[in-house]
């Protein structure tokens, strides 16, 4: 069975820490994406990736920066968590012709920051 | 990307159809309505999606308006496992679909 999988499912940090937010997937695709998910404000788009060492800012980029060395690795990095951070982050993969349809995403790691 | 408009929540009685509205008046041409779902605490799952023509698959039904303006996701027998929230999305496909935005969605609460 074709996975992304999220390195912790649940995660809790200090404010100043440094975080990193694991994501790998198996389907050898070439996009990658990292959502956060908030009540009442749907999956919002963090970074996603076309290609290694290739990133695009999505819509919340701030306060947030992303790593690809290799194609199956996405990571996410919150260089100085704030409390604000605290939410659900999703990781998505697809391949690189593909629409929406082609998403498939991991299960999350629910950060908290206190 | 168009902006999509549902309705925060529904429910619907185990054993009947469940429709689901998405509004999306600004849909460009060649955008096509994608929809996914979530169950707690599990990451979204794509259901079907669509350009113009009515689509069918194993787990849904989708209806787009002929002015493609709105749709509606059917799942003909609902069943409790089908609680989760529903997501419509518009974006183009292909490589130009790079970044697609999920909205709130529905919470479509299936009742016994």
């Known amino acids: 069975d074709v996975k992304v999988t999220q390195s912790s499912r649940y995660l809790v940090k200090r404010t100043g820490e440094k975080v990193f937010l694991e994501c790998v997937q198996d389907m050898d695709h070439e996009n990658m994406f990292w959502y956060r998910q908030d009540p009442g404000l749907g999956l919002r788009l963090i970074y996603f990736s076309y290609d290694v060492k290739m990133k695009e800012k999505g819509d919340i980029p701030e306060g947030y920066s992303v790593s690809r060395e290799k194609k199956e690795r996405f990571s996410l990095i919150l260089e100085s968590a704030s409390t604000n951070q605290t939410s659900m982050y999703l990781c998505?993969?697809?391949?690189?012709?593909?629409?929406?349809?082609?998403?498939?995403f991991g299960s999350g790691t629910r950060l908290t920051v206190v | 990307d168009a902006k999509t408009t549902q309705p925060p929540s529904m429910d619907c009685a185990e054993g009947r159809a469940a429709n689901l509205p998405c509004n999306h008046s600004?849909?460009?041409?060649?955008?096509?309505v994608y929809w996914y779902r979530q169950i707690h605490s599990q990451g979204p799952q794509y259901i079907i999606h669509?350009?113009?023509n009515n689509e069918t698959n194993e787990m849904a039904s989708l209806i787009i308006t002929e002015d493609r303006k709105s749709s509606t996701l059917i799942l003909p027998h609902a069943t409790l496992r089908d609680t989760a929230v529903y997501y419509c999305i518009v974006s183009l496909t292909g490589t130009n679909a790079g970044k697609s935005t999920f909205g709130d969605g529905t919470t479509l609460t299936v009742k016994p």
């Open positions: 600004t849909i460009s041409g060649n955008e096509y």
């Open positions: 998505a993969s697809s391949p690189l012709f593909r629409g929406v349809d082609g998403y498939t």
């Open positions: 669509g350009l113009k």
